[in-house]
């Protein structure tokens, strides 16, 4: 099925926040910290003030009276709105202005004068825990160095026993950079609060609007009622719009004190600095093996950079998100790790950018670790792989640091993957290659995700539990109103979500309208993030449709005369649409369709005593356990030795996240991540100088790959139902971006395997690669 939204995303006709126009709207402007590190001396707002189109400035000390001059960020820390004491990194937000217009917001800004005294700043993560290292969060009480956290998962003990007696042992540090979403759409938000009722309707491109009200709730004091927030069409999320920005919180206050509607939309320049980042994980991690090869256990140090504030988003108990799934897909005794979270005079975020709260990170060192173990041992990377890939009677799968693994057929998948690639012809060309002296490379990746957060036990967000609600209605002519909590930013849940209902009921996914992005028409629940739309509210939606089919039944036996013992649900495939509907047993001629059936709820037809008649239902999920898509991924390239310049020639896919709704969605989201996978691999990394200046805030600097970098994606696909999931699905949107990226490496590195490399640290540009081959070993 083609996707519903695209009529009006091709025709320009999408609606975007900035698309939002009320009447008496005024526009709001960010004034940036030029510094990463600094003492704000004063700030003088009176020539901005003075503007004739300023309506309000609002500085750190406005906000402070209002006791929202810091407001909670996800991670149980706090972050400023604006700053009052210090500037914590180049980009953030020190004022906010309201103007008639947006140009003179903009021109108003120039007019603040803001006298800084220059502190040092913590760039480097390696740096942040030393002795002579300033202390970025002196606001935090008793607060003396920059460490955030320490937390470990997996026994450590059996892990270090496997360690001291093994044959064979392997260690490598490598780097995720900090790396950046950088959706097409940029964020943004409208504020308007209502005097007379009350209420405050916000939009916002949020990934969780149920999430965004509570919070404002809490922090504002209002109730939810009196709080709206609507999320329009969404150009891009990934990750990036699931927290509360600042400039939300400025628009909000902007809108109180001018009585008016107050719009903010942040430019490029500011969400690559000032919004979410993704990765940044220094990595050093070991494996314990055999001679032959039996993959024994792991053991993981990390330090994770935070940046500023703490403000990753993630279920409350893992500070390092699922990155402790980081034993892969592979048969192991025992696994430890060990995490340390400091901050940085750097934006605060690390959780976007299809990460699957860190799966991308875990999934990259382990698939790393794995192929420098194959050099070591002289063994195919594929081989190895094959050896100790968990085998399908071991499902479910408890993993040594705690996860049950739902289902998977491992070696099935990553030998159809080895077919589709030609993977011995491609080892036989390599060899002819590298005898000419030309740099060919294959470089495999398994990988296990675990998604769909979360079981309610075990994962919340700042105490909200993470189910999520669905509300179905069906309209007496048979057509039906989806209402969601999960929120759409490209991944087509207008079309998927009506698929499911229309699969479950038996009617044309046309008739079908999923209303989801406004906080005042949709159930409760947790949003989109994690891939855990399908899992979750996916799941909902499937139970809420066989509430409603259940009801019918009970509908349909009165029309029939029968019980509703006595009715079997039949589908009609050849039927206009999918015709459903309820027939009495070894009679099917006898049946009523869900039209009809809605119909009659509707009508004056006698219903039993009990039955309420109408169709609707309400439902709320809550997983009994994450999902575990996997994939076995094979990437071909090519390496110029004179220029460094890799490309990327095939990329083979084989993908299995159970039962898919929508095959022509899954793939295009897996031709998403793959290309993004291309991307962090070769080219993108936020990088920073000493003093901490942001060297990536434009699209001229932080690289993105287009068309010319991609190869044409070769897709294959296994499905190994998810047991617990009503419909078998399992999530799938960001799989492609956490098991590519490997995949990309392994091949680079494996090109240059005749110079005796085993690691190359991301972005393999061309200097990186050029500087690795010339036995300069760079660090990121
Ligand atoms: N789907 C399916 N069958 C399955 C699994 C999924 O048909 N077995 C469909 C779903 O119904 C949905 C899409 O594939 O239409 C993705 O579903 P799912 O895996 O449940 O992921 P979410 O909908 O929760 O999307 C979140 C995920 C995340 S976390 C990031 S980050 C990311 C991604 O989706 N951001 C995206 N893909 C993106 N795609 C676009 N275009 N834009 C983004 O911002
Ligand atoms: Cu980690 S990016 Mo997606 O979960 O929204």
New binding site residues.
């Given amino acids: 099925m083609h996707r519903k939204e695209d009529a009006r995303f091709i025709r320009g006709r999408g609606n975007y926040v900035d698309d939002v126009r009320l009447p008496g709207m005024l526009h709001g402007a960010i004034l940036r910290s030029p510094h990463a590190h600094a003492r704000i001396l004063s700030i003088d707002t009176s020539a901005a003030e003075a503007h004739p189109k300023v309506r309000a400035v609002i500085t750190g000390q406005t906000l402070a009276g209002l006791n929202l001059a810091w407001m909670p960020t996800l991670s149980n820390d706090v972050q400023a709105v604006l700053a009052t004491d210090k500037v914590r990194f180049q980009g953030q937000e020190v004022a906010f202005v309201v103007a008639e217009d947006a140009y003179s917001a903009r021109d108003a800004l120039e007019l603040i004068e803001v006298d800084y005294e220059p502190l040092d700043a913590v760039v480097d993560a390696r740096r942040a825990l030393d002795e002579d290292s300033p202390v970025i969060r002196d606001d935090l009480e008793g607060r003396t160095s920059n460490r955030i956290f320490d937390w470990e998962a997996g026994d450590r003990e059996r892990t270090d026993a496997i360690f001291a007696g093994a044959e064979v042992t392997i260690n490598q540090d490598m780097i995720y950079p900090r790396v950046h979403?950088a959706?097409l759409e940029t964020c943004g938000a409208v504020a308007d609060f209502d005097k007379v009722t009350g209420k405050l309707t916000v939009w916002c491109p949020t990934q969780a609007p149920h999430a965004h009200r509570t919070l404002y709730a809490l922090v504002a004091g209002l109730p939810e009622h009196k709080i709206r927030v609507i999320s329009p069409d969404?150009g891009?999320?990934?990750?990036g719009k699931v927290g509360i920005y600042p400039g939300y919180v400025c628009a909000i206050v902007g809108s109180i004190v001018t009585g008016r509607p107050v719009k903010w939309m942040e430019d490029r320049s500011e969400n690559l600095m000032a919004t979410a980042f993704a990765r940044d994980y220094h990595m050093s991690g070991e494996v314990a093996a055999t001679r032959d090869g039996v993959i024994q256990a792991i053991r993981v140090k990390v330090l994770a950079d935070h940046g500023a504030f703490n403000g990753t988003a993630q279920p409350t108990k893992f500070p390092a998100g699922f990155f402790h799934v980081f034993t892969g897909s592979y048969d192991l005794q025992a696994a430890h790790c060990e995490v340390t979270g400091v901050y940085t005079n750097k934006a605060p975020g690390g959780v976007?950018?299809?990460?699957?709260f860190r799966v991308t990170e875990a999934v990259y060192l382990v698939e790393r670790l794995i192929d420098v173990l194959a050099a070591e041992l002289g063994l195919d990377p594929a081989e190895l792989r094959l050896r100790n890939l968990l085998k399908p009677d071991q499902f479910p799968y408890t993993s040594p640091t705690g996860w049950e693994y739902d289902s998977g057929d491992y070696i099935k998948t990553m030998r159809m993957a080895m077919d589709i690639a030609g993977y011995d012809k491609l080892r036989a060309e390599q060899a002819d290659k590298r005898a000419r002296g030309e740099l060919m490379g294959i470089g495999i990746s398994f990988f296990t995700e675990a998604?769909g957060a979360g079981p309610r036990k075990h994962m919340d967000i700042l105490g909200l539990g993470m189910a999520d609600g669905a509300e179905l209605r069906v309209h007496p002519t048979g057509k039906a109103v989806l209402r969601v909590s999960?929120q759409?930013?490209?991944?087509?849940?207008e079309?998927?979500?009506a698929q499911i209902v229309g699969h479950e009921l038996g009617i044309p996914a046309d008739d079908v309208e999923v209303v989801h992005g406004d906080t005042d028409q949709t159930p409760f629940g947790l949003g989109?993030?994690?891939?855990?739309?399908?899992?979750v509210s996916?799941a909902a939606t499937a139970i809420v449709a066989r509430k409603v089919r259940e009801r019918a039944r009970l509908v349909a036996a009165a029309m029939l005369e029968c019980s509703p013992d006595d009715l079997d649900w039949q589908i009609d495939e050849s039927a206009e649409g999918r015709a459903g509907s309820w027939a009495v047993r070894g009679d099917p001629a006898s049946r009523k369709s869900m039209q009809e059936i809605a119909l009659a709820a509707h009508s004056a037809l006698e219903l039993p005593d009990g039955v309420e008649g109408h169709l609707d239902a309400v439902t709320v999920y809550n997983p009994p356990n994450l999902t575990y898509p996997f994939g076995a991924y094979i990437c071909v390239v090519d390496v110029d030795p004179g220029t460094g310049q890799v490309k990327v020639r095939r990329f083979v896919a084989v993908d299995d996240?159970?039962?898919?709704?929508?095959?022509m969605?899954?793939e295009?989201?897996i031709h998403?991540?793959l290309a993004d996978g291309v991307g962090m691999a070769l080219m993108q990394v936020m990088a920073f100088d000493e003093e901490g200046n942001h060297l990536g805030a434009s699209f001229m600097d932080y690289l993105l790959p287009t068309s010319m970098e991609c190869p044409s994606w070769e897709l294959g696909e296994t499905v190994t139902p998810s047991p617990h999931h009503p419909l078998g699905?399992?999530?799938?949107?960001?799989s492609a971006?956490v098991g590519s990226p490997p995949a990309v490496v392994n091949a680079v590195v494996d090109a240059l395997a005749p110079y005796g490399i085993r690691h190359a640290d991301m972005p393999l540009t061309p200097a990186n690669v050029w500087r690795v081959i010339q036995g300069d070993p760079f660090r990121t």
């Fill in positions: 979403p959706p969404i891009g999320g990934f990750g976007a950018y299809a990460c699957s998604v999960c759409s930013q490209g991944q087509g849940h079309t998927t979500f989109t993030y994690g891939s855990r739309s399908t899992p996916g996240c159970g039962v898919r709704i929508n095959p969605i899954v295009g989201q998403g991540g699905a399992k999530g799938v949107g960001e971006t």
